[in-house]
């Protein structure tokens, strides 16, 4: 992480406190978490207590105070899903993943996620995949969505590398 | 400004601003409650004060402590619905601090003896919140008049949790202790023994500043956050209490 950056993300907001939620949303959109350097910064930078941005991180489920993958898989659990076989799904996900379920692989590429209902119940069981929505999943599906971003994130380092 | 209202019939002034549980505390109503001091502002958690307030021939039920006063208004301190949700409130509460005596005697006051809740705190993340009630009298408190900040509630839902950032040992703690007398069902803890301050929840250990004649008088960092707060010379708490 570079401080510089988070230093540009308090500056563009002109270090208001009342700004602070917008600041951690954008250092989350950037870091994809919330690093504890970038929230010490944070509060000193805008005068505010580190207990309140602590709060407010821990507040919101959409703030997140581990590191999260490049891609992030969430499995639908809402009740639709669920009976169609969502759990199979996770599992499934953990397989191939080699993590559990709300962990993140040590490559940092891949974060399996649970959410409760996305509210497209007709096309379940419901696998979002980086924003993408898959419906009708099956495991041996999924088996080869996972695959195939696993060898496009491989070429994409062995790219990066070069 | 003044307002003129009536507490049980009775005819009551208040200044503008002031809320209806002090009012009514102060001219020898009782109320009860769990969350509320007058020294920090209300917060309306415990739902213990309920009263019942009759404005313009509306009534409703609320929190009399972030209920501000207004002229004209009747309120009811008691009555046989106050009483019933009050024992409701007493009944989730008695569930969330089960082994606190203030609360096991506010509740056999009110007819509750054992609650049919289970306690959330069965569950591993809530293991260590005892018999915390989440108040926020201690939060209030440690930002309000001690200002330091050292406490915060985090997470939300069943999750939600009292503690300091990141629940490590609270950096900007002065282990002054107001959370720990503030605290109304004594979850915090606070001790000094070999001239050590240790404030237990929040595992706060600090040695303590002696005194000319050998007496442990506070942790360095309160009588520097003092010192610093009321501008008092370097060598103030150096002197034995008689000689300052």
């Known amino acids: ?47 505010v207590p580190i207990a309140r941005v602590y709060q407010m991180a821990t507040f919101f489920e959409s703030f997140h105070l581990e590191p999260r993958g490049k891609h992030i898989c969430t499995v639908c659990m809402g009740t639709a899903c669920h009976v169609r076989g969502a759990t199979r799904l996770v599992e499934a996900l953990e397989r191939d993943l080699e993590i559990a379920s709300g962990e993140t692989t040590k490559d940092l590429q891949f974060t399996i996620e649970e959410v409760n209902c996305v509210g497209a119940c007709a096309l379940g069981p419901l696998v979002i995949i980086d924003g993408e929505y898959h419906g ?19 070429k994409e380092d062995a790219g990066g590398d070069n | 400004m003044s307002v003129t209202f009536s507490i049980n019939g009775v005819k009551v002034e208040a200044a ?20 509320h001091h007058e020294a920090v502002s209300p917060y309306g958690a415990c739902r213990l004060c309920l009263v019942e307030i009759n404005k313009g021939g509306r009534k409703k039920i609320t929190t009399s402590c972030n209920y501000e006063v207004l002229d004209g208004i009747d309120v009811k301190t008691d009555s046989p619905e106050i009483h019933k949700h009050r ?22 006051q009110y007819g509750v003896k054992q609650s049919r809740f289970a ?34 509630f985090n997470g939300r839902g ?4 009292v503690g300091s950032p990141y629940l490590e040992q609270p950096q900007t703690c002065i282990a002054c202790g107001a959370c720990a007398w503030v605290c109304p069902t004594d979850c915090i803890g ?9 404030v237990h929840r929040w595992g706060r250990e600090l040695p303590m500043a002696k005194d000319e004649n050998g007496r442990p008088v506070a942790p360095v960092f309160q009588l520097h956050h003092f010192k610093k707060r009321v501008g008092l010379p370097d060598d103030f708490f150096k002197k034995a209490p008689g000689s300052r």
């Open chain 1, 1 to 47: 992480m570079e401080m510089n950056k988070i230093d540009a993300i308090i500056d563009r907001y002109n270090k208001a406190p009342s700004a602070l939620l917008a600041i951690m949303q954008d250092v989350q959109d950037q870091e994809r978490y919330l690093p504890r350097e970038a929230m010490d910064r944070i509060a000193q930078q805008l005068s």
């Open chain 2, 16 to 35: 503008t601003g002031d809320n209806v549980l002090d009012t009514a505390r102060t001219n020898g109503f009782e109320i009860p409650s769990l969350c």
């Open chain 2, 87 to 108: 024992a409701m409130v007493l009944e989730l509460i008695l569930a969330e601090a089960p082994k606190s005596e203030q609360v096991q005697a506010l509740a056999a």
């Open chain 1, 136 to 154: 009708t999943m099956t495991s041996g599906r999924l088996g080869k969505l996972v695959k195939k971003m696993k060898k496009a994130s491989a």
């Open chain 2, 190 to 198: 606070f001790s000094e023994e070999d001239g050590v301050r240790k």
């Open chain 2, 119 to 152: 306690n959330a705190k069965n569950d591993e993340a809530q293991k260590d919140r005892d018999n915390c009630i989440l108040c926020g009298l201690c939060t209030r408190v440690c930002s309000e008049i001690v200002e330091v900040n050292a406490l915060t």
């Open chain 2, 158 to 161: 069943d999750k939600r949790g």
